[in-house]
């Protein structure tokens, strides 16, 4: 209806409510489906820490077990190398999951990825209990003199059961797809693909430039006190992966 100063409050309404309603709906919808979208994410984050904690726990009640009833030398070359590889392992396994999927798959980006890293390196290094459950460090610690050939072997043995161990733990824990990033991960398991995203010799080159810098800073870190150690090794770890 029109009146003298033009169309009246009641024809306004009408007009615009067809326009205002569609509007508010979708708005509404949005930020329903984004609140449901970062409370999915943020579960399956929880997860997979959850996950990486219980492993952590289960390896420490392992390191315990075994120092209670092996010998100092079997500990130290088998018990202890095996848990620390077992909970390096998995706990690797399940942040690179989340590095390939996270971005795309949970919306987070690169730095939640490098913040858990980073914690979890220093629970690994507080945890580890003088492990390296890295055959290099095993191999150097041999060249130096620092160990002889009986142990180092017993340490590369112990390094890859427990690497074994931890890779089918894992991969049993995906298989019950507790999160839709596990499921993605099955459904993207089949794909054999190449890790290395650029030329063989310049994958080469880094990743002995990254190995050179981390064994440059455990050499110089290696008589400094645990609390100052097991930090400046997971910051190096964690600006290595970033580089």
Known sequence: CKGEGGTCGVSQA???????????????RCRSFLCSFQAFTMAGLNVSI????????????????????????AYSCLAR?????????????ELRMLVDIGPWGGGFGLDVVLTLLFLLFVVHGASFDGASANP???LQEFLLHESNLVATAAKL?????????GWA???????????????????????????????????????????FFFHLVLCKSRQSPL?????????????????
């Open 14 to 28: 009408c007009w615009a409510a067809p326009r205002l309603l569609p509007h508010h709906f979708i708005k509404r």
């Open 227 to 243: 609390m100052y150690r097991v930090p400046a090794l997971a910051a190096t770890i964690t600006f290595l992966t970033y580089a």
């Open 169 to 211: 733990l894992t991969r049993l824990y995906w298989s019950w797809e507790l999160t839709k990033f596990h499921l993605i991960q099955n459904l993207i398991a089949s794909e054999c693909s190449s890790s290395i995203h650029t030329s063989l010799p310049h994958a080469a080159f880094v990743e002995g430039t990254c190995s």
């Open 50 to 73: 959850a996950f990486v904690f219980l492993v952590v726990g289960m390896c420490q009640v392992l390191r315990r077990i075994s120092k209670w009833l092996l010998s100092p030398g």
């Open 81 to 93: 190398e095996l848990a620390g590889s077992l909970q390096l392992c998995t706990s690797c396994l």
């Open 136 to 138: 290099t460090v095993s």
């Open 157 to 165: 043995v112990a390094q890859g059961t427990g690497v074994g161990l």
